[in-house]
């Protein structure tokens, strides 16, 4: 890593990042950023690096999930808050029926910038720069809001700081308390069939205290059920943001990107010789990197060597989004290939991006079905590859929407604009959230079985 700083992504070619006209306040703004003090701390980040590592070798699963973007207008309490409810309840019903512990990265603290097709929008006759998240410029359709503001990144800053205290607050505070279970709910959510489900598991847990307490054992003194680790992530896209926020470990002398313990590569950045590669490759942040239908094996192992050459367990995530139709041969021969030149990675589904329609109504959505279709057939695969499906990545929200089609509740293309209300893709709600929750439980609960199985074989 000699030849690694920081700032070294600037001499590579670099793809998805605004130009931003006023050059005197774009530095004055990296230089307050740079002052500033971390969203996260080294110890958490190497914490979350050590669990992944116990994702990697198949005794954990990892769940992340939260916003597509972040928004300024939408930011409060309730709904950070409701998401990590939702986030919190996916976790519970995975970890019963797993019986393996569930690792906790909400898409929440720094999602704001968001990669596009197209560097310009069309609404009638007008065409401007396309809306790029609202820490580079607003999702207002008029030539102001369109120029990117370097002001944005300390509001931005400002927020994810407040939405990190948020969480860890929540997560240590008693509100994720194991003997709360019950008060986690949604009033939205409180009469569906996922609900009652959950309260089911809810009142096994329930039981489950009564006899600890019964036996001698005093829940108030264990750590593991007065709270949880709860971690944050985002694609690291604006780099000169992620670089203002790099800092040093005194210790270790290892360099951290301290916006988010978790970043990841997005599908349209993850190119070798490119800038956020080269920006990833020198910090020591748990990585993720987005693969799907178009990527290649020469690409992918590329990014493996270069983004984990020290094949270190836990380093790095390959998030998989082919859609519920490419899914099939595909990922099973990118598994067979990487496994078989014994790359450490933990393989994690991202059933969202592939399964993106148009509604009949011009509408962009997610069949529900689909998603839950494309999450069947990755444990499938690797259930029949012999290795471990290792998490899953989403886009949800513990709001009350309608933006991804079907669900047992269902939402029809006719009522998707009722309450449609995502700056960018669709999102789960909370209720979706929970139902895709019990397919996952049944399918980790299964490969426990059939694990099992074969090591009674083997005894």
Request: with cysteine; hydrophobic share 35%.
């Amino acid at each position: 890593m000699n030849n690694w700083a920081p700032h070294s992504w600037r001499k590579k070619p670099i793809r998805q990042v605004p130009t931003y006209p006023d050059a005197e306040t774009l530095r004055k703004v990296l230089d307050q950023l740079s002052g500033s003090p971390p969203l996260v701390f080294f110890g958490e980040t190497r914490r979350l690096r050590a669990q992944l590592a116990e994702v990697c070798e198949g005794r954990s699963f990892l769940l992340q999930g939260g916003d597509c973007a972040e928004s300024f207008a939408e930011f409060n309490e309730a709904n950070v808050k409701n998401t990590f409810r939702v986030l919190l309840q996916m976790a519970i019903v995975m970890t019963y029926a797993a019986a393996c512990p569930i690792v906790k990265v909400g898409r929440l603290g720094g999602q704001f910038a968001k990669p596009r097709s197209s560097d310009v929008e069309r609404q009638g006759d007008v065409e401007l720069p396309s809306y790029r998240g609202d820490i580079i410029n607003s999702i207002k359709f008029d030539e102001k809001s369109r120029i990117p503001d370097p002001e944005r990144m300390l509001k931005a800053y400002a927020q994810a700081a407040n939405t990190v205290n948020l969480l860890r607050g929540l997560s240590h505070g008693g509100y994720a308390n194991l003997q709360e279970v019950h008060g986690w709910n949604l009033d939205y959510i409180s009469n569906t069939p996922a609900y009652q489900r959950y309260e089911e598991v809810a009142r096994l847990i329930d039981d489950a205290i009564a006899f600890m307490k019964a036996c001698g054992i005093d829940p108030a003194k264990m750590a593991e059920i007065q709270g949880v680790d709860f971690y944050t992530s985002h694609e690291a896209l604006l780099l000169s943001y992620e670089e203002a926020l790099t800092r040093k470990d005194p210790v270790s002398c290892e360099w951290y990107d301290t916006s988010a313990h978790l970043l990841w590569l997005g599908y349209r950045t993850r190119h070798l010789d490119e800038a956020h590669v080269e920006y990833l490759r020198g910090i020591e942040n748990p990585l993720a990197a987005k693969v799907g239908p178009e990527s290649t094996f020469d690409e992918i192992m590329g990014l493996v060597q270069t983004l984990n050459p020290m094949n270190k367990p836990g380093r790095l995530t390959l998030v998989c989004r082919y859609g519920a139709d490419n899914i099939g041969e595909k990922l099973a021969k990118l598994i067979r290939d990487v496994t078989a030149e014994g790359a450490k990675v933990v393989w994690s589904c991202d059933p969202m991006h592939g399964n993106t329609i148009k509604s009949a109504g011009g509408l962009k959505t997610r069949p529900f079905e689909k998603i839950l279709l494309e999450v069947q057939r990755f444990f499938e695969i690797h259930r029949a590859e012999g290795t471990h499906a290792g998490g899953i990545h989403l886009e949800l929200t513990g709001q009350d929407v309608t933006e991804c089609t079907g669900g047992a509740i269902a939402v029809t293309d006719e009522n998707l604009k009722s309450r449609y209300h995502t700056h960018c893709d669709p999102r789960l709600n909370g209720d979706q959230g929970l139902e895709l929750a019990f397919l996952i439980s049944e399918a980790l609960s299964r490969e426990r079985t059939a694990r099992k199985a074969d090591l009674e074989k083997l005894a």
